[in-house]
T-cell receptor
Framework: AQSVAQPEDQVNVAEGNPLTVKCTYSVSGNPYLFWYVQYPNRGLQFLLKYITGDNLVKGSYGFEAEFNKSQTSFHLKKPSALVSDSALYFC???????????FGTGTQLKVEL | GAVVSQHPSRVICKSGTSVKIECRSLDFQATTMFWYRQFPKKSLMLMATSNEGSKATYEQGVEKDKFLINHASLTLSTLTVTSAHPEDSSFYICSGKFAYEQYFGPGTRLTVT
């Protein structure tokens, strides 16, 4: 069975500080992993993906994520948070070649001044 | 990038009526489209997978007679909520699959009064 876990419902960080949003996965085969961001009453916006290759993936808006096979993790990071980064973040995964994305439960990021 | 639109963005309907939501891939052909439902501050729940020219595959617990899905062309899928009730009020999001990625629409807020 495939699963993606986001252990934190909410993450609070001060503007300018680094942020991390955690994600672990349990996906059979070679995982394709994604991060999406959702602003209120909006659809999901793609941030970045890991398919193969370098474990460190750089994405939109200064976000990056590191694929760690031994820890089955794909944490989202940003060196310096902005208030405008406050949103709901979803990690998702699928087995390579598979059809259905499995989503984590989402993490609400709140960046405060 | 690949763009998916949804129409309408918001709809209010009376209990017992039906409402149709359109999902269009604007700049790519999506042989597979997905319909999700999202409750407030919750993750996305996959309702069904829609393949062009064939019947949709519904997830367990989703009533196929209530949530009618049609995928008549490579760029259009529709979700019709039949005989809507207040408990059907939700945020509905579609996505189109291209290669190994899904591209999400902006969502439709359905309110049933």
């Amino acid at each position: 069975a495939q699963s993606v876990a986001q252990p934190e419902d909410q993450v609070n960080v001060a503007e300018g500080n680094p942020l991390t949003v955690k994600c672990t996965y349990s996906v059979s085969g070679n995982p394709y992993l994604f991060w999406y961001v959702q602003y209120p009453n909006r659809g999901l916006q793609f941030l970045l993906k890991y398919i193969t290759g370098d474990n460190l993936v750089k994405g939109s808006y200064g976000f990056e994520a590191e694929f760690n096979k031994s820890q089955t993790s794909f944490h989202l990071k940003k060196p310096s948070a902005l208030v405008s980064d406050s949103a709901l973040y979803f990690c998702a995964g699928v087995t390579g070649g598979g059809n259905k994305l499995t989503f984590g439960t989402g993490t609400q990021l709140k960046v405060e001044l | 990038g690949a763009v998916v639109s949804q129409h309408p963005s918001r709809v209010i309907c009376k209990s017992g009526t039906s409402v149709k939501i359109e999902c269009r891939s604007l700049d790519f052909q999506a042989t597979t489209m997905f319909w999700y439902r999202q409750f407030p501050k919750k993750s996305l729940m996959l309702m069904a997978t829609s393949n062009e020219g064939s019947k949709a595959t519904y997830e367990q617990g989703v009533e196929k007679d209530k949530f009618l899905i049609n995928h008549a062309s490579l760029t259009l899928s529709t979700l019709t909520v039949t005989s809507a009730h207040p408990e059907d009020s939700s945020f509905y999001i579609c996505s189109g699959k291209f290669a190994y990625e899904q591209y999400f629409g902006p969502g439709t807020r359905l309110t049933v009064t």
